[in-house]
């Protein structure tokens, strides 16, 4: 069987570091939010999750901003067909349902980037702000816009990264092994990022 | 049990500070060194060793040189606290029965959103990053006993009861409406104000902050819905219509 | 207080002048907060405005040490707009009594009395007499109307007090004035009642008592004396300052106010004649004619079974004066720096930072050859010879420094300003080697005596001869361990003999029962009654706790024990008309009841209801027994018309020492009060410093331009006297932390002092560091037409704690060398400074 590679060796790493962190932060954010005490068979106690949670944030901001090397400069390529992939729903909404062939990443996978890069930045930041504390006029302007921002970012990831995980996995068979050997086979590929493989010259 | 409270009358108060002292002695609370800085009001502003203090207030008078106003300082003790509201770690942050915010340094992880979510920028952090402040004597009150700091009060300025019966012994004394009785889900210190709350250094209408009332009432709730809603949606999709099949042919 | 601390609640007008409850006696405020609820109206006058006068409904400011011609003006209200309470004047005042003719006040001598002399600075007072009929009894006029009466000399005296001299003179203006005497003298109606409390503001001045005298005046004329809610009342700056009062602390009484003699009172009968007030008047109970009784009393108490009928009591043990000796704190530390003294014991005080100017007193420790230090800490006394500017190789002075307990590590009573007398109990043991002061005394005592015993001496007597009954002894005699109880014991007195009051060596019921031939033994006459017997069973008065009222009045006659006789408001038979029927019936503290139950004999018979009266005696319009109401004056009667004080029968205005003006306006010749005791020379006729005028130490300048602001000095409530107690505590210190001098934006503004920034203040004596608290709550006076500052610093620091020297140091080291010319209690309240920035 041809394969074709999709993510290097670092793609594939800071890909799991970056789902680790993110699922260890949304664990503990969840404790946090509704004090699930729980959680202290799992961290300790809420102090422990608070450092976990702190130190996490580190790596996964770390994390997020290597992604943008990988995902940023192809995610902001917009074209007719990736308009065409929207109208169509990404081929999801029926099992007819057709899109237009898609480059490296299909519109709903550049839109899911965006939305992630752009909330984690936000809750990176507003994390930060209100680990940190930095010098200001009035802290506690800064500490309850922090805590807004860091909530919102919040929800629209908490909603985003499971979508992403299903399409990832179950709605489509054969993706994870990205994550994994970082090489999809020629024929899955042709079937989902046709332009891409093309460009490839397959 | 029927809710505490203590009632504050800057009227009475003659700006003695036993209640600072009191409060120092019973919570065992170190002295910072201070110095003059050209008032009597010292320390400047509460910090995490001191939980109640007097505020003094020069302003111009029409019927005298000056007057000066005398006012307890802390812990409000709101029965809707934007404090427990906001705080992340259980037990950090607490209603006692009698209505008293309490708090415990060992659960608190020190994140400070209660700073931020105080309407009276109350909470302090200690040297340890742990959240301090007036907690209305509850370990005195759970024996029966008053706080200290209404308990060294000379004149009756600051005085201790049933919240019920404190507002209408201060209504027949003729303070129609107190300060904290309804704001907040009505405090647990309430003031007997002659004047606009303002002149004596308070808000109007305190009030927690607006974005951590949306975030109680929608970003939270939004939080396990959306979870919840993004995982049925996707349960829905594999039911209904399946996982994508590679047989389906090229793309076109 | 001729009242007590609850009373105050049942004012209708409270008038604080010459005080700051709200910072030095806070639980006062309490009752006035009281008062003020139930409608009464506060009026705080006060150079400053104070914590007390932020609650005030009327405040006034005036000059530091103008609170005489403040006064005078409201006699002079009282009087124009006939607002005095006629009856109780006519009948329980000496306002009606004739005075020798040729008396003249101060209007009419340039500024003194008659018979004065400018040598020797006192008065004869030969023209001070009041009239007597031929059986010895005062000449009165009922009608007020006799020009030698004093009310007419009275109206004389203060017609110069006009508002606009009043004004000019105390700063306030005239409408302030208007409103403070309107309020108050609303009280002369006998429904309507005053009350007013003073403290060192009024005390602490050239003319302190006179200040006093001035209120008194006031209170006789309202008609506000004996009734609840009335009354001039001493608040005491330190908890137990009664009690040591009344335990003769000062040089010139023993315990009970009795007199110490001078050398020339050879005998206890020439004692008892010449201290024993005599009356022909059936009607005046003249209490003070007991005095032989408790002299003698007192003698039996503290020589014991060594005082008999033949050595006089040991009368000749007793410590006397030289003639004209005067030990009050001023004389001993101008003696002190004379180098008259070689040894001092600092019992639990601070001079070197609470004596007026401390930084004579400094050098006067240094004369010393021992000095013992009996405090809770070590302090800026004990340790004066490592102080500001002074070298230690060149100071001799060996201190011993005896750590005693604290108030709560020993038993024992205090009495408060109330005349309350409480037991307390001792909470905790003293910590380390603290002892009790009564132990480190008997350590003291047993010691001295032996030496005494040993080695003879001068005069051994009074020691060897003292009782010392307070204990079990140990083989060589010596108290093992101090009993409290028995000296309270010792206090209430015993009978020493079978009585008819009672048996022998039980203890006396009260001073009723002493006698004055040697069968009783009492400490103090006035506590007599405080540790007794009651169905043969021994009964501490003083730790009694109950709570029942009479009428309400907050007099709680079951609460401990106040003296004399339990009573709780002296001269309260002049809260009763002749008839013996309240004045207000609403505020009855006694009254005359013709069917009186006996709860033990169940008979009926006419008696006193309420409080314990002024004796049992019926009311006053009663032929044959009734008395007058003021029954410790020998003549009967509330005494508007003065002779006994050195300085004038009225009070008049003179001015500080040290003062902002030229001269007095009241008067073109003595600027100062003529018969104060000075340390330093003056010259002309407005008293101006002599050059060279005494030592340097001593020395004071008056509208000098060198120090142009007035200053009074103070305490605050977060420190307690110099701070000794409270600098040692790290919380009063947070709130504390600095000397700070309070001056108006005028003068700062004036002077470019910026609030918080660090200032100088100076006197002629001395300087201290300050921080600068500019305020509102200060501003200028106009006096006689010219803007006058002044300004106000706490005495509560000293240089020794805290130890990095933060705190400052005492503003005492500012304050001149003069007192009071009847008490000497030093002129701490007004003086001259400047302000310059650091």
Same mark, same amino acid.
């Given at each position: 069987m041809t394969v074709i590679r999709k993510a290097s060796a670092f793609e594939i790493l800071n890909h799991w570091v970056l789902a680790v962190s993110f699922l260890?932060?949304?664990?503990?954010? #969840?404790?946090? +939010?509704?004090?699930?005490?729980?959680?202290?068979?799992? #961290? %300790?106690? #809420?102090?422990?999750?608070?450092?976990?949670?702190? /130190?996490?944030?580190?790596?996964?901001?770390?994390? +997020?901003?290597?992604?943008?090397?990988? /995902?940023?400069?192809?995610?902001?390529?917009f074209g007719a067909d990736d308009i065409a992939w929207f109208l169509n729903g990404g081929g999801y909404l029926s099992k007819k349902s057709k899109v237009p062939p898609q480059d490296e990443l299909n519109a709903g996978q550049k839109l899911y980037y965006i939305v992630i890069?752009?909330? %984690?930045?936000?809750?990176?930041?507003?994390? #930060?702000?209100?680990?940190?504390?930095?010098?200001?006029?009035?802290?506690?302007?800064?500490?309850?816009?922090?805590? +807004?921002?860091?909530?919102?970012?919040f929800d629209l990831m908490i909603i985003a990264v499971p979508l992403h995980i299903y399409l990832a996995t179950l709605a489509n068979p054969g993706t994870l092994r990205i994550m994994i050997t970082g090489t999809v086979p020629l024929e899955w590929a042709r079937k989902r990022h046709a332009k891409w493989v093309r460009k490839m010259g397959y | 049990m029927a809710r505490k409270a203590l009632l504050i009358s800057p009227e009475l108060c003659i700006g003695c500070r036993g209640c600072q002292t009191a409060c120092k002695s019973w919570n065992q609370l170190p002295a910072t060194k201070t110095v003059n800085e050209g008032s009597i009001e010292n320390p400047p502003d509460l910090t995490p060793n001191l939980y109640n203090k007097i505020r003094y207030v020069e302003m111009p008078s029409n019927s005298n040189m000056v007057r000066w106003l005398f006012v307890s300082q802390r812990c409000m003790h709101c029965d809707d606290a934007g404090c427990i509201k906001i705080c992340p770690a259980p037990g950090a942050l607490f209603k006692t029965k009698e209505g008293a915010v309490g708090f415990d340094k060992d659960k608190c992880i020190g994140c400070k959103?209660?700073?931020?979510?105080?309407?009276?920028?109350?909470?302090?952090y200690d040297e340890k990053d742990k959240v301090s402040k007036c907690h209305l004597c509850s370990d005195r009150i759970a024996e029966g006993l008053e706080p200290a700091c209404s308990k060294t009060c000379p004149t009756g300025a600051i005085r201790y009861g049933d919240r019920d019966n404190i507002i209408g012994k201060a209504q027949k004394a003729g303070y129609e409406k107190l300060y904290g009785q309804v704001d907040l889900g009505g405090l647990g210190v309430l003031y007997a104000f002659k004047d606009s709350p303002k002149i004596y250094g308070m808000d109007e209408r305190p009030q927690i902050p607006e974005t951590v009332v949306f975030w109680h009432k929608v970003l939270k709730p939004l939080a396990y819905w959306g979870l919840g809603g993004a995982a049925a949606v996707s349960l829905l999709h594999y039911l209904v219509i399946g996982p994508k099949k590679d047989e389906g042919g090229d793309q076109l | 207080m001729t009242n007590h601390w609850v009373d105050v609640k049942n004012a209708d007008v409270v008038l604080v002048m010459g005080a700051n409850p709200a910072e030095n006696h806070p639980i006062a405020m309490k009752w006035v907060m009281r008062a003020r609820e139930k409608g009464a109206k506060f009026i705080v006058v006060d150079p400053r405005f104070t914590r007390t006068a932020a609650k005030a409904d009327i405040y006034a400011s005036m000059r530091s040490g103008t609170d005489i011609a403040f006064l005078g003006g409201m006699i002079k209200y009282i009087l124009d707009n006939n607002l005095y309470f006629r009856d109780y004047v006519a009948n329980y005042t000496n306002a009606t009594f004739l005075i020798n003719p040729e008396f003249k006040g101060p209007g009419e001598l340039d500024g003194v009395f008659s018979g004065y002399d400018e040598k020797t600075r006192k008065y004869d007072k030969k023209t001070w007499s009041i009239q007597m009929d031929d059986k010895g009894i005062p000449k009165k006029d009922m009608t007020l109307k006799d020009p030698n009466c004093v009310f007419q000399l009275l109206r004389k005296h203060y017609s110069r007090y006009t508002l606009e001299k009043v004004s000019s003179i105390t700063g306030t203006p005239k409408e302030k004035l208007i409103e403070v005497y309107k309020t108050y003298a609303s009280t002369g109606k006998p429904n309507r009642v005053g009350t007013e409390l003073y403290a060192m503001g009024w005390t602490q001045h050239t003319v302190g008592t006179q200040n006093i005298r001035a209120m008194t005046i006031i209170q006789l004329l309202l008609g506000n004396i004996g009734l609840a809610g009335g009354g001039v009342n001493a608040m005491r700056g330190e908890s137990n300052v009664q009690g040591s009062t009344d335990y003769g602390i000062l040089f010139h009484i023993l315990p009970g106010y009795l007199p110490v003699p001078s050398a020339s009172v050879v005998d206890l009968k020439t004692y008892i004649e010449k201290f024993t007030p005599k009356t022909k008047d059936p009607k005046s109970v003249n209490w003070w004619g007991n005095r032989p009784k408790y002299i003698t009393s007192y003698l039996k108490a503290i020589y014991g079974d060594n005082a008999t009928k033949d050595n006089d009591f040991g009368y000749a043990w007793l410590p006397k004066l030289d003639e004209g000796q005067n030990g009050s704190w001023l004389m001993l530390f101008d003696q002190m720096f004379n180098g008259k003294f070689e040894g001092f014991f600092a019992w639990g005080q601070n001079p070197a930072c609470s004596g007026a100017n401390a930084g004579k007193v400094r050098k006067a420790l240094a004369k010393l050859k021992w000095m013992v230090n009996v405090n809770l800490f070590d302090n800026e006394t004990g340790s004066f010879w490592k102080g500001p500017d002074m070298n230690p190789k060149d100071i001799k002075t060996e201190v011993f420094m005896l750590p005693c307990a604290s108030s709560v590590e020993k038993e024992g009573s205090i009495t408060n300003s109330s005349r309350l007398g409480q037991w307390r109990y001792k909470a905790v043991e003293p910590i380390g080697e603290s002892k009790p002061d009564s132990e480190i005394m008997n350590e003291l005592y047993f010691r001295v005596k032996r030496l005494y015993q040993k080695q003879g001496g001068k005069f051994p007597d009074p020691i060897v001869n003292l009782t010392w009954n307070y204990g079990e002894k140990d083989a060589s005699g010596k108290i093992k361990k101090v009993d409290t109880h028995s000296v309270a014991k010792e206090i209430n007195g015993y009978y020493l003999e079978d009585l008819k009051v009672g048996k022998k060596g039980h203890l006396a019921v009260n001073f009723v029962s002493l006698q004055a031939d040697g069968t009783t033994s009492c400490g103090n006459w006035l506590y007599s009654g405080s540790y007794t017997e009651k169905d043969d069973k021994v009964v501490n008065m003083m730790a009694r706790r109950g709570k029942k009222d009479i009428g309400n009045l907050g007099m709680h006659p079951e609460w401990a024990w106040c003296w004399p006789l339990n009573r709780r408001i002296i001269y309260n038979r002049a809260s009763v008309d002749p008839q013996g029927r309240p004045w207000d019936p609403k505020r009855a503290v006694i009254k005359w009841n013709p069917d009186k139950l006996d709860p033990k004999t169940k008979k009926t018979a006419p008696g006193w209801d309420g409080d314990v009266p002024d004796g049992p005696a019926p009311p006053m319009a009663d032929e044959k027994a009734g008395k007058y109401p003021f029954i410790m004056r020998a003549d009967g009667m509330g005494a508007i018309f003065g002779p006994g004080l050195a300085d004038g029968p009225f009070p008049e205005h003179y001015e500080p020492l040290e003062c902002p003006v030229q001269e007095n306006p009241m008067s073109k010749k003595h600027r100062i009060n003529p018969t104060v005791k000075l340390f330093y020379g003056v010259t002309g006729p407005h008293d101006k410093p002599v050059k060279d005028g005494g030592r340097p130490e001593d020395i004071f300048l008056t509208c000098d331009i060198r120090y142009p602001y007035v200053a009074t000095t103070y305490r605050v409530s977060e420190h307690w006297q110099t701070g000794l107690l409270t600098r040692h505590l790290p919380w009063q210190l947070e709130m504390q932390p600095q000397q700070f001098v309070e001056i108006s934006k005028e003068l700062a503004d004036e002077k470019g002092i910026k609030n918080g920034s660090k200032v100088t203040v100076s006197s002629a004596r001395g300087k201290v560091w300050a921080i600068a608290v500019v305020t509102d709550r200060f501003k200028p006076f106009k006096v006689m037409d010219t803007t006058i500052h002044q300004v106000g610093l706490p005495w509560c620091f000293g240089w020794q704690h805290p130890e990095d020297g933060s705190g400052g140091d005492s503003a005492n080291l500012l304050t001149p060398t003069v007192g009071d010319a009847n008490t000497m209690i030093p002129e701490t309240k007004a003086f001259m400074v400047n302000v310059e920035k650091a």
């Open positions: 260890i932060l949304a664990i503990s954010g #969840f404790g946090f +939010l509704f004090q699930l005490e729980q959680l202290n068979a799992v #961290f %300790g106690n #809420f102090n422990a999750m608070k450092n976990i949670h702190n /130190y996490a944030g580190i790596v996964f901001t770390a994390s +997020l901003i290597l992604t943008i090397f990988h /995902y940023l400069p192809v995610s902001l390529k890069l752009l909330s %984690g930045l936000a809750i990176a930041a507003s994390g #930060f702000a209100i680990w940190l504390r930095p010098q200001v006029p009035d802290i506690r302007k800064l500490v309850v816009l922090s805590h +807004l921002v860091h909530n919102i970012a | 959103l209660c700073v931020a979510g105080c309407p009276f920028d109350v909470p302090r | -």
